[in-house]
């Protein structure tokens, strides 16, 4: 009999931290915490989650993978809140994750230890006009070492992002713009990178019926310095996205999206079908 011996994954903690609200205005985070970042990485700001595929500049597609950002990290987090403004200043000592399943985030880049980072964010959210507007503003940077150089902090993550959602009984609209730059400052001939990318939502309701619309659009590969044969064939792509849901009440949403996914394809090369269906089921208990 031949036996194979399975490791046991580790258990991991995924969000465990203490709050401390000094005054009002001001909250003290210390811990796992969520790291404002992307409004699409946070559906839940706002009424329901409009599609069950997260945008296309946050999770990559078929050409590309997108750069991480922050979301769930280890660290300390300064909240200011006043009159519906919010200042959020986090220091942290994990790995850069997305929304997506990529463990370890930036390890996928060759990362060796863990990052060391921080973000800074200003946002407003209250009621304006006949809705609720959600607007945010953004920038973090990550260092961590890479294999190849006994140099510390040999490799950076940085980017910002700009974007609003407003939310109204009837209808309502949103568009980001995240931008995204990787540099191996002292490793592969100081190979950087900027991806940027953007969404526009729109949608409707009609008494328990909301159809809802998205367009993506991402350039992977603005190079710098940096000569790869054909990548100018392959290196944007862009996704429609229509989705139907039915709100079964205040608390639970049922949905059904289709995403029609087009990548930039080479000459004389032709992709198969990845088009993806996707259905959500939301209970909102909060």
Same mark, same amino acid.
Do not use: C
């Given at each position: 009999?031949?036996?194979v011996?399975?490791?046991?994954?580790a258990p991991?903690?995924?969000?465990?931290?203490?709050e401390?609200?000094?005054i009002?205005?001001?909250?003290?985070i210390?811990?796992r915490?969520l790291?404002?970042?992307?409004?699409?990485?946070?559906?839940?700001m706002?009424?329901?989650?409009?599609?069950?595929?997260?945008?296309?500049v946050?999770v990559?597609?078929?050409?590309?993978?997108?750069i991480?950002l922050?979301?769930?990290q280890?660290?300390?987090?300064?909240?200011?809140?006043?009159?519906?403004?919010?200042?959020n200043?986090?220091?942290?000592?994990g790995?850069?994750a997305g *929304?997506?399943?990529?463990?370890?985030?930036n390890d996928?880049?060759g990362? =060796?230890d863990?990052s060391?980072g921080g $973000?800074i964010? /200003?946002?407003?959210?209250?009621?304006v006009?006949?809705g609720?507007?959600?607007?945010?503003?953004?920038?973090?940077?990550?260092?961590?070492?890479?294999?190849?150089?006994?140099e510390?902090d040999?490799?950076?993550?940085?980017?910002?992002g700009l974007?609003?959602l407003?939310?109204?009984?009837?209808?309502?609209?949103?568009?980001?713009y995240?931008n995204?730059?990787l540099?191996?400052?002292?490793?592969?001939d100081?190979?950087d990178?900027t991806?940027?990318g953007?969404?526009a939502?729109?949608g409707?309701?009609?008494?328990?019926?909301?159809?809802?619309f998205?367009?993506?659009f991402?350039?992977y590969?603005?190079?710098d310095?940096?000569?790869?044969?054909? *990548?100018?064939?392959?290196?944007?792509?862009a996704?429609y996205?229509?989705? =139907?849901?039915?709100?079964?009440?205040? $608390?639970?949403t /049922?949905?059904l999206?289709?995403a029609w996914k087009?990548?930039?394809?080479?000459?004389?090369?032709t992709?198969?079908?990845?088009n993806?269906l996707a259905?959500?089921?939301e209970?909102?208990?909060?």
């Open positions: 009999i031949l036996g011996a399975v490791p046991t994954p991991t903690i995924l969000d465990a931290n203490v401390w609200k000094i009002d205005q001001l909250g003290l210390i811990g915490q790291v404002p970042t992307a409004i699409a990485n946070g559906p839940h706002m009424s329901i989650v409009h599609l069950a595929t997260p945008p296309l946050i990559g597609g078929y050409n590309g993978i997108a991480p922050p979301t769930y280890t660290g300390v987090g300064i909240d200011l809140n006043f009159s519906g403004v919010n200042l200043y986090t220091i942290y000592n790995q850069l *929304i997506g399943p990529m463990p370890g985030g996928t880049f990362e =060796v863990k060391k $973000n964010e /200003i946002g407003y959210s209250g009621e006009g006949p609720k507007l959600l607007a945010r503003g953004y920038y973090f940077q990550e260092e961590s070492d890479t294999p190849g150089t006994t510390p040999s490799s950076e993550i940085n980017g910002f974007g609003a407003y939310n109204a009984d009837n209808f309502f609209v949103g568009a980001e995240i995204k730059r540099n191996f400052q002292k490793t592969l100081d190979f990178f991806q940027f953007y969404y939502l729109l409707a309701r009609f008494s328990s019926i909301e159809v809802a998205r367009y993506d991402i350039d590969t603005n190079l310095d940096n000569d790869i044969a054909g *990548i100018e064939d392959r290196d944007t792509e996704w996205t229509l989705g =139907v849901n039915y709100l079964i009440n205040d $608390n639970t /049922i949905g999206n289709y087009i990548p930039e394809e080479p000459d004389h090369i992709y198969p079908n990845i993806e259905l959500n089921v209970l909102n208990l909060l």
